[in-house]
């Protein structure tokens, strides 16, 4: 069974600063990896999506690493800003595709 | 990219009443939609998939009596809370792939927020 676990759960950094929330997955039979951002009360926003076969994606001031021999994947963020503040949510999709399995999330404080 | 709508985005009923929720892919026919709870400051926990025009099938531990799934067409899938109570009180959110993209992409919709009084 597929488990998905983040850390760490709760990160508060001064804005400005590049920081890195990780992501683990016990099954590498996985078909995508995806990041998402949500607001507190909200729904989901997509980030990035990661297939099996590729092993960063990169958008704006994010970037997303994954290995998928080790069970990991990172997101990056660069020059941290206040309105960066949110959960940020993996989620991975098993090799057949059928399933997205969520890990626990990072709440993420950027202090100004 | 694509759309995925909920209705309603909140709703508060009373105990032992049913409520819908309706999914709709805006811009595409999704022949599969995922079905989401998230309690406060938890992660999303799969309920079910949906499947077009055959029965849904439910992840264990979640009660097929209790939450109706139909998915009638490639566009709409609803889930119905019958007979609720306060425990069912949660966040809940639809998700559904383009097809034909082969990126297997998940959007996701905006949430219905269910208050069981």
């Known amino acids: 069974k597929q488990e998905v676990t983040q850390i760490p759960a709760a990160l508060s950094v001064p804005e400005g600063e590049n920081l890195v929330l990780n992501c683990s997955f016990t099954?590498?039979?996985?078909?995508?990896l995806q990041w998402f951002r949500q607001d507190p009360g909200k729904g989901l926003t997509s980030l990035l999506l990661?297939?099996?076969?590729?092993r960063e994606q990169t958008s704006g001031r994010l970037n997303a690493s994954l290995d998928k021999s080790s069970g990991r994947s990172t997101l990056y963020i660069a020059a941290s800003q206040p309105g960066d503040s949110a959960t940020y949510l993996c989620?991975?999709?098993?090799?057949?595709?059928?399933?997205?399995?969520f890990g626990s999330g990072t709440r993420l404080s950027i202090r100004p | 990219g694509a759309v995925v709508s909920q209705h309603p985005s909140w709703v508060i009923c009373k105990s032992g009443t049913s409520v819908k929720i309706e999914c709709r892919s805006l811009d595409f026919q999704a022949t599969t939609m995922f079905w989401y709870r998230q309690f406060p400051k938890q992660s999303l926990m799969l309920m079910a998939t949906s499947n077009e025009g055959s029965k849904a099938t439910y992840e264990q531990g979640v009660e097929k009596d209790k939450f109706l799934i139909n998915h009638a067409s490639l566009t709409l899938s609803t889930l119905t809370v019958t007979s609720a109570h306060p425990e069912d009180s949660s966040f809940y959110i639809c998700s559904a792939s383009r097809p034909g993209t082969g990126s297997g992409e998940q959007y996701f919709g905006p949430g219905t927020r269910l208050t069981v009084t």
């Open positions: 989620a991975v999709r098993d090799s057949s595709a059928s399933k997205i399995i």
């Open positions: 099954d590498s039979a996985i078909y995508n």
């Open positions: 990661i297939q099996s076969s590729q």
